[in-house]
């Protein structure tokens, strides 16, 4: 089945706790993405990565950091965390940016205290 | 960079009526892609309207493109309360990483 799948689904930390949320897909997608959901404020991009090494900024990359060593692996790091980081992530890949349909992980929620 | 805005902000409708929701954005586009949500889970591809295009069904969804007006709507005909959820549009310009969500349509409909 084509998937993309994240880990953890929920996760709660403190302040300043290394954590890595990963993300995979089994689709063979070049293009893959980070985003973020807050109330009100829709979805906002971290980081997106064009293919393997190949990594840029998003709207809100503060506070965050990813690789992509594998086609299929895209993981969001999160080198200190604070509150402000509190959120619903999601992990996204589609053949290319923006020709085509984009396919959605699950959604990891993390709280950081 | 580019990013539609929905509208309204919510809807709230009987079930058995039409849900009309609207995206605006500001410059040309390659496509608009319209997304569904259910509350707090991932993104669901709705349909993927070309520039060229001015209309596209997908079983009771009609979109529809305005390329001289910047818009489009998303039509939900005969609606479900299986339809209850967060509606995105995501304009794409072809340049850059240029697609972005809005806040979206919440859409209610009530049995």
């Known amino acids: 089945e084509a998937q993309v799948t994240q880990n953890p689904r929920y996760l709660i930390t403190v302040t300043g706790k290394k954590l890595t949320v990963t993300c995979s897909q089994n689709m063979n997608h070049e293009y893959m993405s980070w985003y973020r959901q807050d109330p009100g404020l829709g979805l906002r991009q971290i980081y997106y990565?064009?293919?393997?090494?190949?990594?840029d900024k998003g709207d809100v990359p503060e506070g965050y950091k990813v690789s992509r060593k594998e086609k299929r692996n895209f993981p969001l790091i999160l080198e200190s965390p604070s509150p402000n980081q509190t959120s619903l992530y999601f992990c996204?890949?589609?053949?290319?940016?923006?020709?085509?349909?984009?396919?959605f992980g699950p959604g990891t929620r993390l709280t950081v205290l | 960079s580019q990013q539609g805005e929905e509208d309204p902000q919510a809807l709230s409708i009987q079930e058995g009526e039409n849900a009309t929701m609207n995206c605006s954005y500001k410059?040309?586009?390659?496509?608009l892609q319209w997304y569904r949500q259910n509350s707090g889970r991932g993104l669901v591809h709705l349909i993927l309207i070309r520039s060229n295009e001015r209309e596209k069904h997908s079983g009771r969804l009609r979109v529809t493109l305005d390329t001289s007006k910047k818009s489009s709507s998303l039509l939900i005909t005969a609606s479900r309360a299986a339809d209850t959820a967060s509606y995105f549009c995501a304009p794409f310009n072809g340049l850059g990483n240029d697609m972005r969500f809005g806040a979206g349509t919440r859409l209610t409909v009530k049995p």
């Open positions: 990565s064009m293919n393997v090494e190949v990594t």
């Open positions: 996204a890949s589609s053949l290319d940016r923006g020709k085509n349909e984009q396919f």
């Open positions: 410059t040309s586009i390659n496509n």
